[in-house]
């Protein structure tokens, strides 16, 4: 029987140790550093994500058989090659391929070498011929951050006081650190999710779904981290998922390879259906967040067994995939994304009848309470989607906290 330690913290992180309780194999979960719901299912470890030492400390001392790293903050920091460097096994990329997701203007560089479809783009680190470059060009336009910045440096301007604004606060106020700026083309269409597991040159799709950044219904408000997310896109036709798969995933793994970077955990493809066809918007080194909350719930395959393959780069099977639609949806603090208390207490869980998954929360004198910007995702299948979204606020109308608030249209895009 063989022991795991998943690193990170968060709902992704709660997906992937739920998928591995599944698997007859694994005996142990470890989690680093958890949260109230992953520890339920798994030994939570009080190691940060980024304390590469300790984490290699830990898994050398309780001789843990493999480990699954779930942050794009961690494989940043490396954690990857200090483990192999160890002789252990480890799932997710080097700190060279992650540059796939850590370095937007290096992701930008690969696709127009390549021939992988994106918008065209220029990258700056002075605010002055940036801001030229804008003015010179249609709005909106995007403005991303030339780094990791939790999925909030990025900026679509409509016009060029929003431009200069996002401008200086990434190059003169430097509020995601020191860093150049990608400025892109605007692309218009609907955005989906395309995860893969990656080894190299062999490419493992997962379901095609769709993520809802916005805060608020009708896709108004701030962006988040992501409000919810459903598989099933009735928009994406079984060509569009051909392309996408062979000319925008296969092709970045075999250009990974050719650039002496290859990819050996999960790639995710940030998609837009323009009317040109289907571009890519950004890359990840990882499994998204929300979207593996509804996508490893379908899978059917032994997940212990897929991470193995990968982690030694053993040729393995297609994974198996249940043809159920799956939707999600996440309960936040009020406030988030921006400033947001924490320690409110959240009751009535037990009686939700679908899968619960933690993001931030935490046990506090007994009680179950917030202890981050998204709280909870509440998961439920069905034969169709309308009928996994009807499920799914039926049983988050249950839960009790005056303090969350979520959105009430997750798949719309599918069904209204």
């Not at 909030?152 to 431009?163: C, F, M, R, S, Y």
């Not at 979204?389 to 005056?402: F, L, N, P």
Request: proline content about 5%; charged content about 25%.
């Amino acid at each position: 029987m063989k022991s795991v330690l998943v690193i990170g913290g968060g709902g992704r992180e709660h997906a992937i140790v739920d998928a591995l309780r599944r698997s007859p194999q694994v005996e142990k979960i470890y989690c680093a550093p958890g949260n109230a719901g992953i520890g339920q299912q798994a030994i939570n470890v009080p190691l940060k994500d980024t304390d590469v030492a300790g984490l290699l400390s830990f898994a050398r001392e309780n001789q843990v058989d493999l480990t699954v790293v779930g942050p794009e903050a961690s494989l940043a920091a490396g954690i990857v090659d200090v483990f192999r460097a160890a002789g252990l096994k480890v799932f997710g990329h080097t700190k060279a391929a992650t540059a796939i997701e850590s370095s937007k203007e290096f992701a930008k560089r690969l696709m127009a070498r390549y021939g992988i479809p994106t918008a065209a783009y220029e990258a700056f680190s002075d605010y002055d011929k940036a801001l030229a470059y804008v003015s010179s060009r249609p709005f909106p336009s995007v403005l991303k951050y030339d780094g990791l910045a939790a999925g909030k440096g990025v900026v679509v301007a409509q016009n060029l006081e929003e431009a200069r604004a996002a401008l200086a606060d990434m190059l003169l106020d430097h509020s995601f650190g020191e860093g150049r700026v990608v400025v892109e083309d605007y692309l218009t269409g609907p955005e989906f999710s395309f995860l893969c597991f990656v080894d190299g040159s062999r490419v493992y799709p997962m379901p095609l779904s769709q993520d809802h950044k916005r805060a608020f219904d009708g896709d108004k408000g701030p962006n988040t981290g992501g409000m919810g997310a459903y598989t099933g896109l009735p928009f994406i036709t079984e060509a569009d998922r051909e392309f996408a798969y062979k000319e925008i995933l296969c092709k970045a793994a075999e250009a990974m390879v050719s650039e002496g970077r290859p990819l050996s955990g999960v790639l995710y493809g940030g998609l837009m259906k323009t009317p040109e066809g289907i571009k890519v918007i950004e890359f990840n080194a990882r499994f998204g967040d929300p979207e593996t909350e509804v996508v490893l719930p379908l899978l059917e395959s032994d997940i212990y067994d897929i991470f193995e393959a990968v982690a030694t780069g053993r040729e393995m099977e297609a994974p198996v995939w249940r043809s159920a639609f799956s939707l999600g949806v996440v309960l936040a603090s009020k406030g988030y994304p921006g400033s947001y208390q924490k320690g409110f207490a959240i009751k009535n869980l037990d009686p939700v009848e679908a899968r619960i998954v933690h993001m931030g929360t935490a046990f506090k004198d007994g009680q179950l309470v917030t202890n981050g910007g998204r709280v909870l995702m509440v998961i439920a299948e069905g034969p169709s989607i309308a009928e996994a979204r009807g499920k799914v606020y039926r049983e988050v109308a249950q839960i009790e906290c005056d303090h969350l608030f979520y959105r009430h249209d997750i798949a719309h895009c599918a069904l209204d």
